[in-house]
């Protein structure tokens, strides 16, 4: 039996961790955001993302995938614009 | 549910999501803000810990950039014939080494591995991340473990307040090799890690950046609070950021108001047995020095 040792890159993507969320899901206010990406920093998942478009203040806004996200709420603690919220979520 | 966003993460990072780390988890920053930084030619060595388990169960990777794991101790000494490779085939000015260990890979394993390898000049960056004990395996404490923290092996009760030894002062073990860049930063401060790891990797030789990532389960916080102990840390006095170029402090953060030490222990659960027993607040007393010392040592006020 052959068992190869290298894997393809980044095949963890296909594991959708989003179920690993208990009560909170962070809610970004498009318009609040500044585009300073610091959420893109400090996400454990790495799923805040630029989403390259405007907000009606001229500023890129930022959003995240809920596939990935675990809900620790990082986001809205680094957050200088106070634009992301940790929400109750209904399942 | 909430509503379906119209946006995909591009999933543009060098580490992808869907590995295991805990959610908060300080060392998954960590890895993904430092290789972020290197870019994708770089080569990665990683020891036995929290970032190998979590990012790599087979047959997947997290990683989309060249990664290898040994063993426990074997990081730096992997770095090292990497780079002599490269030193070999002219390509060591456009491909990064870096090798990853956590505090139990770099404190007590491998630190052997370590000091040959920067005694012997290899061009590699080793990061470690520090969180204070053997978390992936269960919280057993480490050489990097503080004063009175609570481990299953150094435990909490009647007749101690958790471990009984400091932590270990790699930093000066790591200056004691004259190394032209050794560093501590935190993922409380990420602007500040992709700063070092930019400058460190221009810089040849030997390099040790040490950064330092709370432990949800580990420490007992909330996910949420990982910023917040890490900063406490720091303005704390008791995690200094430093850096050293070729021995000498060339950067350091300096603290605007010191938080007294108290504040950064209270939300962390493997503390708590100080604010439950009469004779904590002495030994409280004892990491308040260490922190005073450290700030005194530095001046960072």
């Known amino acids: 039996m052959k068992i190869p040792i290298t894997v393809k890159p980044g095949t963890t993507a296909r594991v959708k961790t989003g179920n690993w969320r208990e009560l909170y899901v962070p809610e970004i206010d498009y318009e609040k955001c500044i585009g300073c990406s610091m959420c893109e920093k400090i996400c454990p998942e790495g799923i805040c993302f630029s989403t390259g478009e405007k907000n009606s203040k001229g500023k890129i806004f930022f959003e995240k995938d809920l596939d990935y996200c675990k809900g620790c709420g990082l986001c809205a603690e680094i957050c200088p614009a106070k634009a992301i919220e940790m929400k109750r979520e209904e399942k | 549910m909430p509503q379906k966003s119209k946006y995909k993460a591009p999933l543009a990072h060098l580490v ?14 960590a890895s993904r803000l430092v290789l ?4 994708k030619n770089t080569i990665v060595t990683n020891a036995t810990g929290c970032s190998e388990v979590t990012t790599t169960q087979y047959p997947m990777t997290a990683f989309k950039i060249p990664w290898i794991h040994s063993l426990f101790e074997n990081p730096a000494s992997l770095a090292s014939g990497i780079s002599a490779v490269l030193r070999k085939r002219g390509q060591e000015d456009k491909i990064n080494v870096i090798a990853i260990g956590g505090d139990g890979a770099t404190f007590d394993i491998g630190l052997g591995n370590i000091s040959g390898m920067w005694e012997r000049g290899d061009n590699v960056l080793y990061v470690c991340y520090d969180n204070e004990a053997y978390q992936n395996t269960g919280y057993q404490s480490s050489g990097a473990t503080p004063l009175n923290a609570h481990t299953t092996t150094t ?19 790591a200056l004691a090799h004259n190394l032209p860049y050794v560093a501590t930063a935190t993922v409380g401060y990420p602007l500040d890690v992709i700063d070092k790891v930019k400058k460190t990797l221009a810089i040849k030789g030997p390099k040790y950046l040490q950064i330092y990532c709370p432990c949800v389960p580990g420490w007992g916080i909330e996910p949420k609070d990982t910023v917040k102990v890490s900063k406490l840390a720091v303005n704390s ?15 350091k953060m300096t603290i605007s108001k010191q938080e007294p030490v108290e504040n950064f222990l209270k939300i962390q659960k493997r503390f708590k047995h ?3 027993s009469p004779g904590g607040q002495k030994e409280i007393a004892r990491l ?14």
């Open chain 2, 16 to 29: 992808n999501p869907g590995h295991s780390a805990c959610a908060g988890c300080g060392m998954i920053i």
């Open chain 2, 36 to 39: 972020d930084a290197a870019g």
């Open chain 2, 155 to 173: 435990p909490a009760g009647t007749k101690s307040f958790g471990s009984q030894l400091p932590k270990k002062n790699m930093i000066e073990i």
């Open chain 2, 237 to 251: 006095g008791f995690y200094p950021i430093v850096e050293f170029i070729n021995g000498q402090l060339a950067r």
């Open chain 2, 274 to 276: 100080l604010f439950a």
């Open chain 2, 288 to 301: 308040q020095v260490i922190a005073d010392y450290n700030i005194k040592k530095f001046g960072l006020i």
